[in-house]
């Protein structure tokens, strides 16, 4: 079964406006965390921001947040005030403590265009 | 040099030929791995050391080599590839802790990889 899903291959955005990227996962691990990258034409995977499984808050850096909603196994991605530069492909990932160091599990990603 | 880099950016390569990949961080990070990212696939892990012991193994196959001499400093030789290995390799590093943890991976700028 697939641990990280995420249902949208492809998504458009005004600039400006905000957007929520999707975002599922399978564990049955009780400590986890959940990471975005984004992966511009360039190729380079930046890390944007992370949540584990125990924050009592959902984490936020600058304009992204993450809305996490762990009953659903959820954790979406929104952006705010898009921006021509978010154009690029967004992964979802997870790692689980009880799996092998290291071993992070990726989505399939979400191609973002920002609309001028 | 900061974070994760990669060398070289681009390569080009017949099936028989022999070649190395190259990645150093400059994080003082303790886990490095190697990651392969075909179009139209989700990113696959392939190798992964923590503590410069190789610690995973996907199945990957024998014309793919790694190669961790220090905790900075990670090769992937390659050898007779096939024209089904050209992709993107990523390089990542992070500070994982002996008992478990979720420290984030940092990615280099990748390898675009052709086998002709």
């Known amino acids: 079964a697939q641990k990280i899903t995420q249902t949208q291959p492809g998504m458009f955005v005004q600039e400006k406006e905000a957007v929520t990227l999707d975002c599922t996962y399978d564990?049955?691990?009780?400590?986890?965390?959940l990471f975005w990258y984004k992966q511009p034409s360039s190729g380079e995977m930046i890390f944007l921001i992370y949540?584990?499984?125990?924050?009592?808050q959902n984490a936020t850096e600058g304009r992204y947040s993450l809305n996490f909603q762990k009953a659903r196994k959820s954790a979406n991605l929104v952006i705010s005030a898009s921006q021509l530069g978010d154009s690029a492909m967004y992964f979802c990932?997870?790692?689980?403590?009880?799996?092998?160091?290291?071993?992070?599990?990726f989505g399939d990603g979400t191609t973002l265009t920002v609309k001028p | 040099e900061t974070g994760v880099t990669q060398t070289p950016r681009h390569l080009v390569m017949g099936m028989t030929n022999k070649k190395s990949l190259k990645c150093e961080q400059h994080?003082?990070?303790?886990?490095m791995y190697w990651y392969k990212q075909s179009a139209k696939k989700p990113l696959e892990l392939m190798f992964v050391?923590?503590?410069?012991?190789?610690?995973e193994n996907n199945s990957v196959p024998s014309r793919f080599s790694p190669e961790c001499p220090n905790s900075s400093h990670l090769f992937l030789h390659l050898h007779t590839l096939q024209p089904e290995d050209s992709a993107l390799y990523l390089c990542a590093s992070s500070q994982d802790r002996e008992r478990g943890g979720l420290d984030t991976q940092y990615f280099g700028p990748g390898t675009r990889l052709t086998v002709l």
């Open positions: 949540q584990g499984s125990y924050d009592q």
């Open positions: 050391y923590n503590f410069k012991e190789q610690t």
């Open positions: 564990t049955s691990d009780p400590s986890y965390g």
């Open positions: 994080l003082g990070h303790n886990a």
């Open positions: 990932a997870m790692r689980e403590v009880s799996t092998n160091a290291g071993k992070s599990t």
